[in-house]
């Protein structure tokens, strides 16, 4: 649900206007009436197929319905299946143009967002997208059975009106830039997905009901445990809209499901699959490789981006009494020696992630300037000191730094905390050990969490990494019963209201919300109100960049690494790329949105 912002990068205009786009800062890209993206190929053939794998965490899938808590759907079916009333472009931030939506209009007082339905608008059933069913969305959505986070991203959704029988008018509570993003972004689902004998069945009851979406394709054949294909629709009626040429090529997008790593690379060296995105450097530098690359079937592409870098963390939960220490927390991220890994482990491939909003506006740098002072001052009491000091930079241990000199201060701040040395044992005042558990839902992450764990037994700290089967790994990670974890957050040019769903107090104690390190501090809310509330960037950069600064301070993530690059192998010999990928492409879904079949498949 943290993608729920992201799915498009749009946002509310600045003054009452009716128009093909939104841009948050009032800089559209395309004008009206532009006849497709820069970087599709308006003229790219339709046919063929695309086989993929499964990236997930999970292997296989148990229901078709993306959008309630329980249960794995299928990869990739949201964004291939729903249309929403906004569509997102690659090549700009910030910005959005009419999908399901011919226009918007947003008055100059910013309580409201106007959407007129395109009159050609379909489900794959035939039927009109009416306002009707983005109002049964929206309420569905805000009802009892989806995650949480839907709840706290519409938060400032004062109610959905409707209008005519093409028109919805969303009402907000306050002015809130980001809000006609966030109800332009909702997928729209027919108000006939799980009716049964003319009733509708309750929400968490629709798991295999096939989706009525109004998107580019619909379920085709399925194996269970083995594969899922998607089935273009030939009558989708958004096909020659601008927004759409030149997109959703391929006649059928099958993906396949394996059993672990190891299995899904042999298969892609085997020519089993098309594409497949790389996540681990060993993988790439050292087992990427065969006869199927010799020949120039397969390519290693490396395809560099402008993307936001995101905050791939080891995130703590402070529900742990032994956790809530700040200094212990520092401690723990001391242990980490990332310069050793990234020469031993991951081929220098890496950069270590230092904040919440690497390669944006929002990054913090230097010493709070006056206006980010303006927004901490009052909070001074609520925020740690070093919030005023210089921005977070993560613990380094080449140069003039050393992993013992880091050891050494980490095992002062542990004494600090109460943490000392009794019998040989690292014990505190009621005589327990710093015992801690890390959990995961694969054996693949030992490896790389080994060398931190090491470490930490230098300090007397034991670290148990607990590999866990992928359901009992989900159900514990949405009820938040873990002590430490892993996640890689994706990042955005426009942070807003789905950081109040990772950081804010009100999150904390849901089930199944983004705030997975439950930190509960007025001063992140406060900060995380200006931010949301900002109506320009002079007033959004401070906002960030103060809130960056109080949640690395408060050491709730041990930050990662993140890369510069897609790492993407593809057949070269089936699969044609367009000729650039844009800026802020996200990863495999560029090449399965944009890509086409070249006519050699014909003869496969």
Known sequence: ??????????????????????????????????????????????????????????????????????????AYLAGLMFDSLLSGAQDEVGSGYGLLAEDVEVPPDGLSATFRLRPQARFHNGDPVLAADVKYTYDTLMGPYTSPAYKTSLEDVAGLDVIDERTVRFRFKRKNR??????GGLPVFSRKWGMENGKAKKFDE?????????????????????DITYVRDPNYWARDLNVRKGT?????????????????????????????????????????????????????????????????????NLRNPKLQDIRVREALGLAMDYEWMNRQ??????????????NTECKSTGTPSPEELALLEPLRSQVPAAVFGPAYQAPRTDGDNSLRNNLRRARELLRQAGWEVKDGVLRNAKGETLVLEYLDSAETGARVVSPWIRNLEKLGVTL????????????????????????????????GQDYVDLFGSKSADVEDSGNLSGIKNPAVDELLRRMTSAQTKAELLPACRALERVIMHSHILIPQWTAGTHRIVYNAWRLQPTATMPPYAPGEAWAIDTWWARPQQAND
């Open 464 to 495: 148990n990494f607990r590999p866990v089967d992928f359901a009992l790994y989900q159900q514990r990670f949405q009820k938040k019963q873990f002590e430490i974890i892993s996640l890689n957050y994706p990042g955005t040019n426009t942070p």
């Open 206 to 226: 629709v798991v295999m009901d096939i989706p009525i979406g109004s998107g580019p394709y619909k379920i085709g054949p399925v194996a269970f445990g083995r």
């Open 1 to 74: 649900m943290r993608g729920l912002l992201l799915l498009l990068a749009c946002a509310a205009a600045p003054a009452a206007w009716a128009a093909h786009g939104y841009a948050l800062w009032g800089d559209l890209k395309y004008p009206p009436n532009f006849p497709n993206f820069a970087y599709v190929n308006p003229q790219a053939p339709r046919g063929g197929e695309l086989r993929l794998v499964s990236n997930l965490r999970y292997s296989t899938f148990d229901k078709y319905n993306p959008f309630t808590i329980k249960g794995s759907p299928p």
């Open 178 to 183: 980001e809000m006609p993003l966030t109800v």
């Open 345 to 358: 482990m991951f081929y220098g491939s890496y950069q270590r992630v230092q904040g919440l909003f690497g």
């Open 248 to 316: 959703s090529n391929f006649d059928r997008i099958t993906v396949k499901i394996y059993k672990d790593n190891t299995a899904k690379l042999e298969a892609v060296k085997a020519g089993e699959f098309d594409l497949m995105r790389f996540y681990s450097a060993g993988d790439w530098a050292r087992r990427v490789n065969g006869r199927r690359f010799k020949t120039g079937e397969l390519v290693k592409g490396e395809f560099r981006h402008s993307l936001p870098s995101g905050f791939q963390s080891y995130i703590l």
